[in-house]
């Protein structure tokens, strides 16, 4: 059974950065596309990031310029590396993935708990 776990999710002051990780097991991340996601309630899952098995990456206007996504394929782990936050990142961030050589947003096969990260003024 797939499982992505992620981590780092945690309570930073405007400004600051966190670096989430999501971590896969009976799964390889560098034949797949993985991405990123984030929700609060009441809005619509927005895509964050997503890296692909070229490791192309792409990111959501919102985050573009401040968050990195990256595979580390020695240990089978994607990370967004988030910096210069703001109050409106504040979401549940999930971690997902699909095996395709197609890198979309859309359609994604697994999904990780999430992690919350929170941030304040």
């Known amino acids: 059974q797939v499982q992505l776990v992620e981590s780092g999710g945690g309570s930073v002051q405007a400004g600051g950065s966190l670096r989430l990780s999501c971590a896969a097991s009976?799964?390889?991340?560098?034949?797949?596309?993985t991405g990123w996601f984030r929700q609060t309630p009441g809005k619509e899952r927005e895509g964050v990031a997503r890296i692909d098995m070229f490791n192309t990456t792409t990111y959501g206007d919102s985050v573009k310029g401040r968050f990195t996504i990256s595979l580390d394929i020695a240990k089978n782990t994607v990370y967004l590396q988030m910096t210069s936050l703001k109050p409106e990142d504040t979401a549940m961030y999930y971690c997902?993935?699909?095996?395709?050589?197609?890198?979309?947003?859309?359609?994604?096969?697994?999904w990780g708990k999430g992690t919350l990260v929170t941030i304040s003024s």
């Open positions: 009976r799964y390889e991340f560098r034949t797949s596309c």
């Open positions: 997902a993935a699909k095996t395709s050589w197609y890198c979309s947003f859309n359609a994604m096969d697994y």
